[in-house]
C-alpha cells in the first residue's frame, strides 16, 4: 500500500515564530505529485502548496515552503512567521503523476495551534 | 464559478435510515470524487468518476452505499440502512484531467447517525 505518514498529530507555535510540520510517504512510482492541505475548524480543506516529485527545487508560497528529500520519501512544511488563522488542520498528500490512479492518498493530519 | 457546493452541510438520521447526499463539482472539471472523514483522521477515499463513469470504488464502500453522476455532472452518494459507523463527513472534490491542480474541496457534509 502506499502510505502517507504525519508523526506529529499536533503541533503548538507562538505567533510571528516559525514551525515545520513533517511527512513521510511510501510509493514505488518515480514520478509523481505531493501536496499541503490545510483545513480550518468547520470549513473546507484548502491547497496550500504543491511539489512535482521531478522538480527537485522546493515550493516556495509566501510564508509556507516545503523541504523535499525525495530519496529520503520525505515532505515538510515550514510555515514562516505563523499567525493565529494558520491554526488549522494540516494533512499531507501524494498523487501519482501518471497511469490510471487518479487517487489522492491522505496522511492523518497535524493540528497546528498558534499561541498569541 | 463559486467552488465545489454539498448539500446538505448536516444531516442527522436515526439508525436503518437511507440517506443521499448532492454534490455539484466546479464546472469544468471532469472528474469528482467521494471522500469520508472520521474524527482525528485523514480523509479516505471512497470513490471517483471522470464524467458519468464511475472508475473506482474503494473496499471501504459497502454494498449498502452508493454513488452516481447522471449526464457527468452533479454527483449523489447514497447510503442506505446507515449504521453509527457511518457517521462522519463526507467531502466530495473535482478536478481537472491533469494531477498537478490537485483537488478542489467542497465543505462537506456530516453524517451523524443516532
Known amino acids: 500500500a502506499q502510505t502517507v505518514t504525519q508523526s506529529q498529530p499536533e503541533m503548538s507555535v507562538q505567533e510571528a515564530e516559525t514551525v515545520t510540520l513533517s511527512c513521510t510517504y511510501d510509493?514505488?512510482?518515480?514520478?509523481?505529485?505531493l501536496f499541503w492541505y490545510k483545513q480550518p475548524p468547520s470549513r473546507q480543506m484548502i491547497l496550500v502548496i504543491r511539489?512535482?516529485?521531478?522538480?527537485?527545487q522546493n515550493a516556495t508560497e509566501n510564508r509556507f515552503s516545503v523541504n523535499f528529500q525525495k530519496a529520503a520519501k520525505s515532505f515538510s512544511l515550514k510555515i514562516s512567521d505563523s499567525q493565529l488563522g494558520d491554526a488549522a488542520m494540516y494533512f499531507c498528500?501524494?498523487?501519482?503523476?501518471?497511469?490510471?490512479?487518479?487517487?489522492?492518498?491522505f496522511g492523518k493530519g497535524t493540528l497546528l495551534t498558534v499561541n498569541p | 464559478d463559486t467552488g465545489v457546493s454539498q448539500d446538505p452541510r448536516h444531516k442527522i438520521t436515526k439508525r436503518g435510515q437511507n440517506v443521499t447526499f448532492r454534490c455539484d463539482p466546479i464546472?469544468?472539471?471532469?472528474?469528482l470524487y467521494w471522500y469520508r472523514q472520521t474524527l482525528g483522521q485523514g480523509p479516505e477515499f471512497l470513490t471517483y468518476?471522470?464524467?458519468?463513469?464511475?472508475?473506482?470504488k474503494s473496499r471501504l464502500l459497502s454494498d449498502r452505499f452508493s454513488a452516481e453522476r447522471p449526464k457527468g455532472s452533479f454527483s449523489t452518494l447514497e447510503i442506505q440502512r446507515t449504521e453509527q459507523g457511518d457517521s462522519a463527513m463526507y467531502l466530495c472534490?473535482?478536478?481537472?484531467?491533469?494531477?498537478?491542480?490537485?483537488?478542489?474541496f467542497g465543505s462537506g457534509t456530516r453524517l451523524t447517525v443516532v
Open positions: 510509493t514505488s512510482e518515480s514520478d509523481y505529485y
Open positions: 464546472s469544468e472539471h471532469n472528474r
Open positions: 468518476f471522470q464524467n458519468e463513469a464511475q472508475l473506482e
Open positions: 498528500a501524494r498523487i501519482d503523476s501518471g497511469g490510471s490512479n487518479y487517487k489522492l492518498t
Open positions: 511539489q512535482e516529485a521531478y522538480k527537485q
Open positions: 472534490a473535482s478536478s481537472r484531467a491533469s494531477r498537478s491542480d490537485g483537488y478542489t
